[in-house]
């Protein structure tokens, strides 16, 4: 009897066993097809991603540059393209996409902190149509924020699409945006430091797993495309001596990308008490067309105007040079800001790359001239530029690899790293939001 009750024992610990096996069994297979699924959802995410990036890219540089000549050659073009471009993104927002509106990339941070709230697939052609609108009719500002919203809205889609994907909404929504960014900027390592700066701010295995798979894929796609860096420069070496001149950039990067957010809040919300849209068009188009016949560097992305200096960086300092370059400085912010309070479609991205190289050049050409120190005008440029950004939206790693990328030259990679750090930090001591992160109840 004591024998069959052990023999009973026996089979039952054995049954449990099994049991216990097959369980383990059935969830490690669940988890292998899970991570299959993920990588299979991160493979098309980052081709959908990257070819629409690089198609706004590749669409808007062609227009940009056939409309910006026609401007040149006819300058009553100034003011026929600005209030073109706005009535054409204002009708196509009222009947195409039926009077639904864009925030920019508050709507991705909204998604990725809400289970509820998901990004509609129609922001996927809003973004790109509008984008592309805004910029090649001399809308000041850049394709970058509709890029991300754009291929955020793809990660968000896909992520609706399998219910094993739903816990890992955040993740897909942050492969899609790194995919944009690398097929924008040439550099994996900024598309992924972005989306976890700015959108993530959390690692998951998830989130290295599906970025570091989108980002491939879209570097994959710009190497088999031959895609050259956008600024082609030649960048030598950098002195020592040159250390406390660096420093002092990154403290007026820091203060000029305070001044660009205040001016886009600042005219937002001025631009938001008018009721009628079309007058909101036509002071926009007004004040874009008048800066514009002015300073033609300010019209669209203003890539071209960066390739310019880049091109006459040793050109002696006069009166007239600092003039434009400190009007230039002035207005770039003030123009941005009317271009997206008047219905344009952008960000802060592009502005703050021509921000940054403008003064980096006005600041090495007052040194040289006045103070015969001879720094070199395109170190600074390229580090204003990163430095701006870094400050802009308080993601200095991200627009080291960006402004490296933008470049293809790693030699400023240590002054870039500390002037950076020194920009966003003297932002945040300034004014602690950029235009991401900025709510109104905050400052209540």
């Given at each position: 009897m004591i024998l069959n009750f052990v023999i009973r024992i026996k089979k039952n610990a054995n049954s449990n066993l099994l049991l216990m096996n097959k369980t383990a069994q059935i969830k490690k297979n669940h988890q292998f097809i899970k991570f299959r699924k993920l990588v299979i959802v991160s493979i098309l995410i980052g081709f959908l991603s990257a070819f629409l990036g690089i198609s706004l890219k590749k669409i808007t540089e062609y227009y940009e540059e056939i409309f910006f000549h026609e401007v040149s050659v006819?300058?009553?073009?100034?003011?026929?393209?600005?209030?073109?471009?706005?009535s054409v993104i204002y009708f196509l927002r009222q009947y195409l996409f039926k009077k639904k509106e864009n925030k920019g990339i508050k709507e991705v941070f909204?998604?990725?902190?809400?289970?509820s709230k998901n990004l509609p697939s129609y922001k996927i052609p809003s973004h790109f149509i509008n984008g592309l609108l805004t910029v090649i009719f001399g809308g000041s500002t850049g394709i970058e924020v509709s890029t991300v919203v754009a291929t955020a809205t793809i990660g968000s889609v896909a992520h609706e699409k399998e219910n094993v994907f739903r816990q890992y909404k955040t993740e897909l929504i942050c492969a899609g945006v790194a995919a944009g960014v690398t097929a924008l900027f040439s550099s994996p390592i900024a598309g992924i430091l972005f989306a976890f700066e700015v959108i993530s701010r959390k690692v998951t295995r998830a989130f290295i797993i599906s970025n570091v798979i989108a980002v491939s894929i879209a570097f994959g796609l710009l190497?088999?495309?031959?895609?050259?860096?956008?600024?082609?420069?030649?960048i030598t070496t950098w002195h020592l001596k040159a250390i406390p001149y660096f420093i002092l950039l990154g403290i007026l990067a820091g203060m000029n990308s305070v001044y660009l957010t205040k001016c886009v809040l600042f005219f937002k919300s001025q631009f938001g008490k008018i009721n009628t849209h079309y007058y909101k068009i036509i002071i926009g188009s007004a004040v874009l067309s008048i800066s514009l016949f002015i300073f033609p560097q300010l019209y669209g992305e203003g890539y071209h105007a960066i390739k310019g200096i880049f091109g006459s960086n040793q050109l002696p300092l006069t009166i007239t040079l600092a003039m434009t370059f400190i009007g230039i400085l002035i207005l770039k912010p003030i123009v941005t800001s009317i271009t997206l309070a008047s219905g344009g479609d952008g960000g802060v991205f592009?502005?703050?790359?021509?921000?940054?190289?403008?003064?980096?050049?006005?600041?090495?050409?007052?040194?040289?001239?006045?103070?015969?120190?001879?720094?070199i005008p395109v170190n600074f440029m390229i580090i204003g530029m990163a430095a701006v950004l870094s400050a802009s939206i308080h993601a200095p790693f991200t627009a080291i690899f960006l402004v490296c990328g933008l470049t293809n030259?790693?030699?400023?990679?240590?002054?870039?790293?500390?002037?950076?750090?020194?920009?966003?930090?003297?932002a945040k001591t300034i004014y602690p939001y950029t235009v991401y992160s900025y709510a109104p109840s905050l400052t209540k």
């Open positions: 006819h300058p009553l073009f100034y003011i026929i393209f600005p209030v073109f471009g706005l909204e998604s990725t902190s809400s289970r190497t088999i495309l031959k895609e050259e860096p956008l600024f082609a420069v030649s592009a502005p703050s790359l021509f921000i940054g190289a403008f003064l980096g050049l006005l600041l090495a050409s007052i040194l040289n001239s006045f103070f015969h120190v001879n720094v030259d790693y030699t400023l990679f240590l002054p870039i790293l500390v002037v950076c750090l020194i920009s966003k930090y003297t």
